[in-house]
């Protein structure tokens, strides 16, 4: 969709420089493939932005999560003292309550272990979504970048509409498949 967005862009640069008759149309043209150039970092920026405002919102839940965690476990280690003490004394109720509190705190670190092996697969997904959406940036700024050389290299009287429009090759079709597959499986992996 951001690609579109961009293309259109750059098509409303051409279109206002071809319509006001403000330059020839080859300079039109390369107007309008640097406005898609500018639309698309811009809005690769602002994505990339909000990826990494994202992954530091949960590292600073994850470090909340783990100072509770700390803090419970020491008030268990105090509670468990104190059952330690009073078992010396010998109450039965004691070792039960110790025996509980025991099995609470395993459950409680398998729960932190497996909540922390879930917030690193995400992590790790969301810097290979980061990565892919770089190569995919990179991939049709060099498509752009080469259909300007072309341009540029054949001399013409006469600009035709056609030499604007972008066609999808099969390898860009090949990326946009490729993307939407690791979006579905971050997206698997977030649920998870």
């Known amino acids: 969709m951001r690609i579109v967005a961009s293309m259109f862009c750059g098509w409303m640069v051409w279109f206002s420089f071809v319509t006001w008759r403000l330059m020839h149309p080859e300079v039109a043209v390369l107007a309008g493939i640097v406005s898609v150039f500018v639309c698309e970092a811009m809005i690769h920026r602002a994505e990339r932005k909000g990826l990494q405002r994202e992954r530091f919102q949960l590292r600073q839940q994850l470090n909340l999560s783990a100072y ?3 803090q419970l476990q020491e008030s268990l280690s105090h509670v468990q003292a104190e059952l330690h003490r009073r078992d010396i004394i010998g109450t039965p109720a004691a070792r039960e309550l110790l025996k509980r509190q025991e099995e609470a705190m395993s459950a409680q670190s398998s729960a932190l272990e497996d909540r922390t092996s879930r917030q690193d697969r995400m992590f790790m997904a969301m810097e290979r979504l980061l990565a892919s959406q770089t190569e995919q940036t990179a991939a049709i700024q060099q498509s752009l970048a080469e259909l300007l050389t072309q341009l540029a290299s054949e001399p013409r009287q006469h600009v035709t509409m056609t030499d604007s429009v972008l066609v999808q090759n099969r390898e860009e079709e090949q990326m946009r498949k490729q993307f939407r597959k690791m ?7 977030l649920f998870e």
Do not use: C, L, P, W
Not at 183 to 189: C, K, L, N, R
């Open 68 to 70: 509770n965690i700390n």
């Open 183 to 189: 979006s579905d499986d971050f997206i698997a992996e």
